[in-house]
């Protein structure tokens, strides 16, 4: 079983940045892909960004593209969400997840097992 916990949600003005964190309890979180995802209130959750388990590899939904960057820490089991540019069309409740082994696509949600409790990110105009 894997614990995530986000951090690092807020309010912030157009143009602004923020940078989420997701801390994992498991032992093992570099055997684990990563995925950032994001739900507007009614909205479908919907994929923002993913990183391979060595962080060789990153991966973007195009509305995201060019203004944040995914990372992560292996040593200290963390992930995280540099967002840069905000618009008021990124406030969300953002959710870190963790990939089943051998699975894929990254943008696919159903592919992911472990999911945080989500962190709020409003952008105001």
């Known amino acids: 079983q894997v614990q995530l916990v986000e951090s690092g949600g807020g309010l912030v003005q157009a143009g602004g940045s923020l940078r989420l964190s997701c801390a994992a309890s498991?032992?093992?979180?570099?055997?684990?892909?990563m995925g950032w995802f994001r739900q507007a209130p009614g909205k479908e959750r919907e994929f923002v960004a993913a990183?391979?388990?060595?962080?060789?590899?990153?991966y973007y939904a195009d509305s995201v593209k060019g203004r944040f960057t995914i990372s992560r820490d292996n040593a200290k089991n963390t992930v995280y969400l540099q967002m840069n540019s905000l618009k008021p069309e990124d406030t969300a409740v953002y959710y870190c997840?963790?990939?089943?082994?051998?699975?894929?696509?990254?943008?696919?949600?159903?592919?992911?097992?472990?999911w945080g409790q989500g962190t709020q990110v409003t952008v105001s105009s």
């Open positions: 997840a963790a990939q089943r082994a051998y699975s894929s696509p990254y943008t696919d949600k159903s592919t992911y097992a472990y």
């Open positions: 498991k032992r093992f979180f570099s055997s684990y892909a």
């Open positions: 990183i391979s388990r060595s962080g060789g590899s990153t």
